[in-house]
């Protein structure tokens, strides 16, 4: 059971999650979590004021949040028990402040000091979760996901090296809960070999739960958030998305590649592999059913499941007339990607020019410079990716036409369908996707 950071938001929120734990003791779970709601990002602006030189304001950024992590413990360890989280949290507090220190100094490298300050998000949610099941009779106990799984040095970003992941994580847990007890340990965060912190990206502790579920051969991954499974749209833009109750693999893998973020995409992979079903289910409606991602959800022709969206896009057009009829010219464009490891979102091409979208921009101007060599470069920022999934569209007729026509006012700068049987997608300015979304929302569904 995963619980994400909106479902460890508050007093109210752990007490939502004491009860849904409580109610599925007999399956025997294991408890991963996320920090606590807007946690992550404050960590992550600490590090930044710290890097700049702003120590002070570093550290007392974090007061407001240490204090949230107090409310929690002192509503649920009533006073005169003693309160092993305040002990843990005090100790958080030094070690945030000299990490702060060395970051503000340099004085180790800044990959490594951003992993392990961000990593006291899920290292002191999941401990406090677990003294929280505790107050509440449940027999729960705390794993330091740094020491079960074991990552490459990819520093934010890192890869888990499973065959050393398993082995750990089967010595640890199963004997924990034949014994009765129900571990608890954060998502994200993890260790490499020499046992320094690292994270496994933004969203991470979704892959977090699938690895576990995985190495212990789970029945069921349960991802618990604040909506009620996957939607037929982000309820944010519509008010009237709808719950999709079954979903494919590739379905769902394709929906969070493009901004449907409940769902990492990762968590697709372990799961898959192992034919391990996916519940999203959410934490303030406990009985509803969610989603279900399963193998393959067999639907019938023409039916769409979903829209995702993704804002801040970027972009970048090569054209190169000199490389009319010789080979290579895709080739040599993607080098210049792999270089500055930069990911691509969409493609398309034609013999002499490709279009193609990203949104990290970090390396752009390398990026640009190298790719001058090949050809002119344009680029143009302000883009939104929108993405329309469904196993439907395999054998589907006349719905692209039904798509674009639903949206023929609108200027579409890029459109990519047929690399996965399963998707749509093409690319709006920012400023019509919401309108674009509703649109083909009323339409579609
Ligand atoms: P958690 O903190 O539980 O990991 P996230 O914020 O990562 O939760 O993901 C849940 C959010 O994803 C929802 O609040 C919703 O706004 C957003 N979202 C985007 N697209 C969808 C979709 N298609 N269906 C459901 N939620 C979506
Ligand atoms: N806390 C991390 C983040 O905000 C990981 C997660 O919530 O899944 O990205
Ligand atoms: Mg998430």
Aim: aromatic share 6%; charged share 20%; with cysteine.
């Amino acid at each position: 059971m995963k619980f994400g950071g909106t479902s460890v938001g508050d007093v109210a929120a752990f007490e939502r999650v004491v009860h849904v734990v409580g109610s599925q003791l007999d399956k025997m779970p294991v408890v991963v979590v996320s920090a606590m709601t807007k946690v992550t990002d404050s960590l992550l602006a600490a590090f930044d004021l710290a890097k700049k030189g702003d120590l002070a304001a570093a550290v007392a950024s974090l007061e407001p949040h240490f204090d949230r992590h107090v409310a929690v413990s002192s509503h649920f360890i009533s006073e005169g028990s003693p309160n092993l989280f305040d002990a843990e949290l005090q100790f958080a507090r030094q070690e945030l402040a000299d990490l702060l220190m060395r970051a503000s100094r340099r004085s180790l490298p800044l990959s490594m000091l951003k992993d392990a300050i961000v990593s006291y998000g899920e290292q002191l949610s999941s401990r406090l979760l677990a003294e929280v099941l505790r107050s509440r009779g449940v027999n729960a106990r705390h794993f330091d996901s740094r020491r079960l799984i074991v990552t490459d040095d990819e520093y934010g970003a890192a890869q888990p090296i499973v065959e050393e992941t398993n082995e750990l994580v089967r010595l640890e847990l199963p004997p924990t809960l034949e014994a009765g007890e129900v571990p608890v340990m954060g998502g994200f965060i993890a260790g490499n070999r020499a046992g320094e912190t690292t994270t496994l990206g933004r969203g991470g502790s979704d892959y977090t739960a699938a690895i576990v579920a995985a190495a212990i051969g789970s029945s069921e991954l349960q991802i618990w958030t604040d909506v009620t499974g996957v939607m037929t749209c982000d309820p944010r833009i519509c008010g009237d998305a709808r719950t999709i109750p079954v979903l494919s693999y590739e379905e769902a893998a394709e929906l969070s590649y493009f901004g449907a973020k409940v769902l990492h995409p990762k968590t697709i992979k372990p799961a898959v592999d192992h034919g391990i079903p996916v519940r999203v289910c959410n934490t303030f409606e406990p009985e509803a059913v969610g989603t279900m991602v399963l193998a393959e959800s067999g639907e019938a022709p023409n039916k769409i499941k979903s829209i995702a969206h993704k804002k801040g896009i970027t972009i970048l057009r090569v054209t190169s007339a000199r490389m009319l009829g010789s080979y290579g010219f895709m080739s040599a464009v993607f080098q210049v990607f792999e270089r500055y490891r930069t990911v691509i979102d969409v493609i398309s091409t034609s013999e002499v020019s490709i279009a193609l979208t990203l949104d990290n921009t970090a390396e752009i101007d390398k990026i640009v410079s190298d790719l001058e060599r090949l050809g002119d470069v344009e680029t143009e920022n302000g883009f939104s990716v929108i993405c329309i999934v469904g196993e439907g569209l395999r054998a589907s007729t006349g719905m692209a036409s039904k798509i674009f026509s639903t949206i023929k006012d609108i200027n579409v700068s890029l459109i990519s369908h047929g690399a996965s049987s399963v998707n749509l997608t093409f690319v709006v300015k920012e400023e019509f996707a919401a309108d674009v979304i509703r649109c083909l929302h009323w339409e579609l569904f």
